[in-house]
T-cell receptor, first 118, second 111 residues
Framework: DAGVIQSPRHEVTEMGQEVTLRCKPISGHNSLFWYRQTMMRGLELLIYFNNNVPIDDSGMPEDRFSAKMPNASFSTLKIQPSEPRDSAVYFC????????????????FGEGSWLTVV | KQEVTQIPAALSVPEGENLVLNCSFTDSAIYNLQWFRQDPGKGLTSLLLIQSSQREQTSGRLNASLDKSSGRSTLYIAASQPGDSATYLCAFTGGGNKLTFGTGTQLKVEL
């Protein structure tokens, strides 16, 4: 498997523009997570999905952020309109069904989307 | 709310030294914990995962332990190498399937 695939890897955009980040989880995984990482706040969970359904979006900073998972192999995180304070690395991660097996519970991360809003 | 703290925030050691990274958490109702490594400009790589019913896991020069009663986990790295230089993060899966991360320890192993 190619692992969790994110695109774009890097994006520089102007304030006010719409940004769409994409994620393809590992095939067969049923949980998908979106994280944001900054120097000041570390890794923050934005939202996660189980079986394509959003379970907890309490980490989404404000209404400018939205996430969708139309099917088991694709998710998007959208920021509209973008602001300079949204500049961060956005990670997508996936995991299989939680079980008693350690290997089944490992969470795998993509390489991240490095967003700069100027 | 689960709070996860890692100490020290940064560590510099000479090559060959054995070292321990610490992780503490406030809520003992955890499902499992994972230790990750993050290299600059990269994503996170899972190193070890310990189920709540286990006390430790080993992989090569790495050993992770879990003590739920004291709210602590440690990552032991034996015979450190320059290639071990990275940021190490612990994370817990708790209620609601959430994975909560610690603040990270930035490790530098010098020649």
């Amino acid at each position: 498997d190619a692992g969790v695939i994110q695109s774009p890897r890097h994006e520089v955009t102007e304030m006010g523009q719409e940004v769409t980040l994409r994620c393809k989880p590992i095939s067969g995984h049923n949980s998908l997570f979106w994280y944001r990482q900054t120097m000041m706040r570390g890794l923050e969970l934005l939202i996660y999905f189980n079986n394509n359904v959003p379970i907890d979006d309490s980490g989404m900073p404000e209404d400018r952020f939205s996430a969708k998972m139309p099917n088991a192999s694709f998710s998007t995180l959208k920021i509209q309109p973008s602001e300079p304070r949204d500049s961060a690395v956005y990670f997508c991660a996936s995991r299989g069904q939680l079980s008693l097996s350690s290997s089944g519970n490992t969470i795998y991360f993509g390489e991240g989307s490095w967003l700069t809003v100027v | 709310k689960q709070e996860v703290t890692q100490i020290p925030a940064a560590l510099s050691v000479p090559e060959g030294e054995n070292l321990v990274l610490n992780c503490s958490f406030t809520d003992s109702a955890i499902y499992n914990l994972q230790w990750f490594r993050q290299d600059p400009g990269k994503g996170l790589t899972s190193l070890l995962l310990i189920q709540s019913s286990q006390r430790e896991q080993t992989s090569g020069r790495l050993n992770a332990s879990l003590d739920k009663s004291s709210g602590r986990s440690t990552l032991y790295i034996a015979a450190s190498q320059p290639g071990d230089s990275a940021t190490y993060l612990c994370a817990f899966t708790g209620g609601g399937n959430k994975l909560t991360f610690g603040t990270g320890t930035q490790l530098k192993v010098e020649l």
